[in-house]
């Protein structure tokens, strides 16, 4: 009889304590906006500088990209679907800043084949952010 006891008040600790864990991690809504946040920031300031012709003021949208990559490498989900997309948005911004430094020293040095393709980057780069940003939206409007 103790035995039974003692086997229901370990599953019953169990419980207790899977519902204070699940209680002390964010909700799904909660890493969305997360999420959300830092790419509304950054695309913000993208948008910001988008035409924009002076070198400098371009390199520091890149860097801001990699800011940015590297702010969503810190932010700690549990939800491990979200967790994957936010890695995938990170490689994307690496991807933008990598791709823009590129071009920036191809056309410092006049290198218009590795500007082009620099820009061609951008350009799939921009195709993979709509379809990560298209998911993790889809995923976090859906119920969880």
């Given at each position: 009889m103790l035995s039974r006891y003692r086997n229901f008040?370990?599953?019953?600790?169990?419980a207790v304590l899977s519902c204070f864990v699940a209680s002390c991690s964010d909700s799904k809504?909660?890493?969305?906006q997360k999420i959300a946040q830092i790419s509304q920031k950054i695309?913000?300031?993208?948008?910001?500088?988008?035409?924009?012709?002076?070198p400098q003021k371009i390199e520091e949208?890149?860097?801001?990209?990699a800011d940015s990559a590297k702010e969503l490498d810190n932010?700690?989900?549990?939800?491990?679907t979200l967790a994957d997309y936010k890695k995938e948005l990170s490689t994307v911004y690496q991807r933008y800043w990598q791709s823009t430094?590129?071009?920036?020293?191809a056309?410092?040095?006049?290198?218009?084949?590795?500007?082009?393709?620099?820009?061609?980057?951008?350009i799939d780069t921009s195709k993979n952010e709509k379809?990560?940003?298209?998911?993790?939206g889809q995923y976090c409007q859906g119920s969880g």
């Open positions: 008040s370990l599953l019953g600790f169990a809504i909660v890493q969305c695309s913000q300031q993208a948008q910001s500088s988008r035409h924009s012709q002076d949208t890149a860097q801001r990209f932010l700690n989900l549990s939800d491990t430094i590129l071009m920036l020293k056309l410092e040095n006049k290198d218009i084949k590795t500007a082009r393709l620099a820009k061609q980057q951008v379809t990560v940003g298209e998911q993790i």
